[in-house]
């Protein structure tokens, strides 16, 4: 059994570039350094590890992992934190990966506990989520500002 693991990023990646407020979108990765100003705020996306777990007689599962980038700047007020617009920008990203009520369910559901939380891209998969640390620099790099969300897709072929 194989996945289709380019609908399940193209799909999210699709999602996550409909939030209006970014200026640069892209799935190769670049540092902050290589965006000129008016390119932020941005979001990257970008692939990580696999993991597949098989148990006798159920099918194979995949863990598929990656991360987000996003760069924000303040160049024009400096008595304001950056981290007030980061705070923002991943607030609207955790939101893509919270389950509609109009969402197709997965027809996996009976291997995750987590479906009434977690978005299936529209029954692509079993769950698609922010999984692990949220890291951030909120503007110790001063008027820079950097989140990076690690998100995981679970899912079956």
Do not use: H
Not at 31 to 46: H, N
Not at 93 to 111: D, L
């Amino acid at each position: 059994m194989s996945v289709n693991r380019e609908l399940l990023f193209s799909t999210l990646y699709d999602r996550l570039t409909a939030i209006p407020d970014f200026a640069f979108k892209s799935r190769l990765f670049k540092t902050y350094d290589d965006l000129a100003i008016d390119s932020q705020p941005a979001i990257i996306m970008c692939k990580g590890q696999e993991e597949i777990t098989t148990s006798k007689g159920m099918p194979p599962i995949w863990k598929l992992d990656g991360s987000i980038y996003l760069y924000c700047r303040n160049d024009f007020d400096t008595n304001v934190s950056p981290s007030i617009q980061l705070n923002n920008l991943i607030q609207k990203v955790e939101e893509v990966f919270e389950r509609k009520t109009n969402e197709i369910t997965s027809p996996y559901a009976s291997f995750s506990n987590n479906l009434d939380f977690t978005t299936t891209l529209g029954g692509l998969c079993i769950s698609c989520t922010i999984f692990g640390r949220i890291v951030t620099d909120e503007g110790t790099l001063g008027n820079q500002a950097v989140a990076l969300i690690p998100f995981e897709i679970t899912t079956t072929a």
